[in-house]
Structure formats: C-alpha cells, structure tokens
C-alpha cells in the first residue's frame, strides 16, 4: 500500500486536512502522521483533538511516501527544528510531492524552498514572526498556487487543496469535475 505523511504539531488546524484525511481513507494509500516529538508523545491539535502520531520525524524514511501534508496552525516554534526542516526539504529535493496549507508554508520557509517556487499562504508581511524565513516576493495572492511538486493553499480553501492532492496523487483522474461536490454543496443524503 502507498502512504502519505501527515506532519502533525501542537496547534495545527486539524479542519484545514479533515476532508483529505477523509478521501485517502477510502484509497489505495495509507496516512500515517508524524510530529517533532517522540512517537509517544500526544499532540494537540488548534481544535483540542489529542493525537498520539504514527512516528518521529527522526523516524521517517522519506522514500516511504508518495506525499507530505503540511496543515497550518502556529509552527512558530519549528522554525529551527532541524530534524524537521531536513524531512521537508528530503521530500522537496526527491520530489515529491507536498501539500503546505494555511501558515504550513512557513516551514517550507525554513527549508529556503520558497525561495524555489511561486507559492500562497494565509500570512502577510505584518507577520513579524515569520518575515525571516519568508520569501514575499514569491507569494501570490491566490488561493491555490501549484509550483513544481508543492501545492501551497489558502487555509479557507481546503477543499480545492484537497482536490488538488488528490489529482496528484491519482486517487481520482484529473480531469474528474468536482469530485468533492459532496462536501461543497449540501445535500439530504
């Protein structure tokens, strides 16, 4: 079985990845999370849910996995994490593909792959935390942005960041029109 790697921290905004969580469920891959701590340690997510992750990021082995999935939230305090900036730049360099929501970028940030790609993300340059490892002038203003093997996405926009990795990782055909209609427009069933 194929497998994708949920990146999971205290604070990450578990909604923006609920839908894609959900949707890989049902696929021929497997999601395994990993967070900055030992595999022992619970995170918490913005939402309060406790998640005890699959692995360290010490303990992952990149070529494993089709995918990185990187939800917002606070990631601040990874910035100098350097177990964590070298797993994300390995999945940049090998190509795979990575999916970075919301302030998810900022990471990419500390790896100095933003320096690479055109990208989006929900910060501006009044977010004095991350202005050092930001790179402003590649940011679009945009609320998906697709640049080489990373999708970047607006974390309002969840699903279309959902439907895009699901596009890259062939879960659906790519040219399949609105396969998440289901969580976009209401329904009785």
């Given at each position: 079985?194929?497998k994708v790697l949920?990146?999971?921290?205290?604070?990450?905004?578990?909604?923006?990845?609920?839908?894609?969580?959900?949707?890989?469920?049902?696929?021929?891959?497997?999601?395994?999370?990993?967070?900055?701590?030992?595999?022992?340690?619970?995170?918490?997510?913005?939402?309060?849910?406790?998640?005890?992750?699959?692995?360290?990021?010490?303990?992952?082995?990149?070529?494993?996995?089709?995918?990185?999935?990187?939800?917002?939230?606070?990631?601040?305090?990874?910035?100098?994490?350097?177990?964590?900036?070298?797993?994300?730049?390995?999945?940049?360099?090998?190509?795979?593909?990575?999916?970075?929501?919301?302030?998810?970028?900022?990471?990419?940030?500390?790896?100095?792959?933003?320096?690479?790609?055109?990208?989006?993300a929900s910060l501006?340059?009044?977010?004095?935390?991350?202005?050092?490892?930001?790179?402003?002038?590649?940011?679009?203003?945009?609320?998906?942005?697709?640049?080489?093997?990373?999708?970047?996405?607006?974390?309002?926009?969840?699903?279309?960041?959902?439907?895009?990795?699901?596009?890259?990782?062939?879960?659906?055909?790519?040219?399949?029109?609105?396969?998440?209609?289901?969580?976009?427009?209401?329904?009785?069933?």
């Amino acid at each position: 079985m194929k497998k994708v790697l949920l990146f999971v921290y205290d604070s990450f905004a578990e909604f923006e990845v609920a839908i894609l969580n959900t949707c890989l469920s049902g696929s021929e891959y497997d999601l395994v999370t990993c967070s900055p701590h030992s595999s022992t340690q619970t995170v918490t997510s913005a939402g309060k849910l406790k998640i005890k992750p699959d692995l360290s990021v010490n303990e992952v082995a990149t070529d494993d996995y089709a995918a990185l999935i990187i939800p917002g939230g606070t990631p601040f305090p990874l910035l100098q994490n350097s177990a964590v900036t070298e797993m994300i730049r390995t999945f940049f360099d090998k190509g795979k593909l990575i999916g970075a929501i919301c302030g998810g970028p900022v990471l990419l940030g500390a790896t100095g792959i933003l320096n690479h790609i055109q990208y989006t993300a929900s910060l501006t340059e009044d977010d004095s935390n991350y202005t050092s490892v930001m790179n402003w002038s590649n940011k679009r203003e945009e609320h998906l942005v697709c640049d080489q093997n990373v999708i970047t996405a607006t974390g309002s926009n969840y699903i279309q960041f959902a439907e895009e990795v699901l596009r890259r990782l062939n879960v659906f055909p790519a040219n399949t029109e609105n396969p998440l209609k289901y969580f976009k427009v209401p329904t009785m069933s």
